[in-house]
């Protein structure tokens, strides 16, 4: 059983920085694709950012491609930097990880994909106000 927590949300202005962490607990394999999520209130849940743990290689979504990096802290801890945050960047945000083949994490496409499969944490909040 694995499980996924959160932290590092907050609440920053417009043009601030913020870094989540996710800590991570039981079955654990490089071959694991892990990535942040978030929602909005009345919007659909949106992948941000992936990286695949065995060459470490990742994915971003376009909106926030050049703010925002992903990275493994350790082989337990994946870590999403976030600057120059926007308004659009509030939600909440959930670390998700899941045994995916390489491509699928690495092109983006298990961000687009990821669903009921994939071991999901409760979520941290990030508020960008002003």
């Known amino acids: 059983q694995v499980q996924l927590r959160e932290s590092g949300g907050g609440s920053v202005e417009t043009g601030g920085s913020l870094q989540l962490s996710c800590e991570s607990s039981?079955?654990?394999?490089?071959?694991?694709?892990v990535g942040w999520f978030r929602q909005a209130p009345g919007k659909e849940r949106e992948g941000v950012a992936a990286i695949y743990l065995d060459g470490l290689r990742t994915a971003y979504a376009d909106s926030v491609k050049g703010r925002f990096t992903i990275s493994e802290v350790t082989v337990k801890n994946t870590g999403l930097e976030m600057s120059d945050l926007k308004t659009g960047d509030s939600a909440m945000y959930y670390c998700a990880a899941e045994p995916v083949g390489a491509s699928d994490c690495y092109s983006g496409s298990w961000l687009k994909t990821a669903g009921n499969s994939a071991y999901w944490g409760q979520g941290t909040q990030v508020t960008v106000s002003g």
């Open positions: 039981g079955y654990y394999h490089r071959s694991w694709c």
